[in-house]
């Protein structure tokens, strides 16, 4: 399989980067993307594609289940999330944070592992104490996809307020120049559910 990679950078050269060459070009000067995308490291959800954008547009950080940990700093620990995100407002100065869940999350999944299951992913374990208040929230759901359901959306909302916790991101959101946004992508049906923060729900963008 790993043919495939190599393959495809000598054809994406050849046909897509030949195509539109100026575009490309063009992006050497330096990048202006207009939205930090947070989203979970899930190989079926392409930012790019589901947002319809372009190379420049999006500056992204993927990880297990899109989380963005709480503000903390001196903790000494490597902040991945945490730098993109300081990158992305106070340096590159995004008009939006876009915080994407999605269903069928094996990240959110794995919330309900069995110790023995979750003890050989020891950075995920880890990782997922994070999100653990949403195992406790959701695991009195019986039916079991709606439980998933509702852990993948509370997580976004949760994410929402993580962001908040920064207060580079505070700031500029009360001062009404960075958007927030949450949404949830339904994977069979390409269907995307905006977060209504006044409504406190999900609604479908149409
Ligand atoms: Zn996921």
Same mark, same amino acid.
């Given at each position: 399989?790993?043919?495939?990679?190599? *393959?495809?950078? #000598?054809?994406?050269? @050849? !046909?897509?980067?030949?195509?539109? &060459?100026?575009?490309?070009?063009?992006?050497?000067?330096?990048?202006?993307?207009?939205?930090?995308?947070?989203? %979970?490291?899930?190989?079926?959800? #392409?930012?790019?594609?589901?947002? /319809? +954008?372009?190379?420049?547009?999006?500056?992204?950080?993927?990880?297990?289940?899109?989380?963005?940990?709480?503000?903390?700093?001196?903790?000494?620990?490597? =902040?991945? +999330?945490?730098?993109?995100?300081?990158?992305?407002? @106070?340096?590159?100065?995004?008009?939006?944070?876009?915080? %994407?869940?999605?269903?069928? %999350?094996?990240?959110?999944?794995?919330?309900?592992?069995? *110790?023995? =299951?979750?003890?050989?992913?020891?950075?995920? @374990? &880890?990782?997922?104490?994070?999100?653990? $208040?949403?195992?406790? /929230?959701?695991? $009195?759901?019986?039916?079991? &996809?709606?439980? *998933?359901?509702?852990?993948?959306?509370?997580?976004?909302? @949760?994410?929402?307020?993580?962001?908040?916790?920064?207060?580079?991101?505070? !700031? /500029?959101?009360?001062?009404?120049?960075?958007?927030?946004?949450?949404?949830?992508?339904?994977? !069979?049906?390409? *269907?995307?559910?905006?977060?209504?923060?006044? =409504?406190? !729900?999900?609604?479908?963008?149409?």
């Amino acid at each position: 399989m790993a043919r495939k990679l190599f *393959e495809g950078v #000598v054809n994406f050269k @050849k !046909e897509d980067f030949e195509k539109n &060459k100026n575009f490309f070009q063009g992006l050497k000067d330096g990048q202006k993307p207009h939205t930090f995308y947070i989203g %979970c490291s899930d190989s079926r959800i #392409v930012p790019n594609l589901i947002t /319809k +954008t372009l190379p420049g547009e999006l500056f992204v950080v993927r990880n297990i289940a899109n989380i963005v940990p709480p503000y903390e700093i001196n903790d000494g620990t490597y =902040k991945c +999330t945490a730098s993109a995100l300081e990158y992305a407002v @106070k340096y590159l100065n995004v008009n939006n944070i876009l915080v %994407c869940g999605h269903s069928n %999350c094996g990240g959110l999944k794995a919330l309900f592992y069995d *110790e023995e =299951k979750l003890s050989q992913l020891v950075f995920v @374990k &880890k990782w997922l104490e994070l999100v653990k $208040d949403i195992k406790e /929230k959701v695991q $009195d759901i019986e039916d079991i &996809k709606l439980r *998933e359901w509702e852990a993948e959306q509370l997580n976004v909302i @949760k994410q929402l307020d993580n962001l908040l916790t920064y207060p580079f991101v505070r !700031e /500029k959101v009360e001062k009404g120049e960075l958007n927030l946004i949450g949404w949830y992508y339904i994977i !069979e049906t390409a *269907e995307v559910y905006n977060y209504n923060f006044e =409504k406190n !729900e999900f609604e479908l963008i149409n």
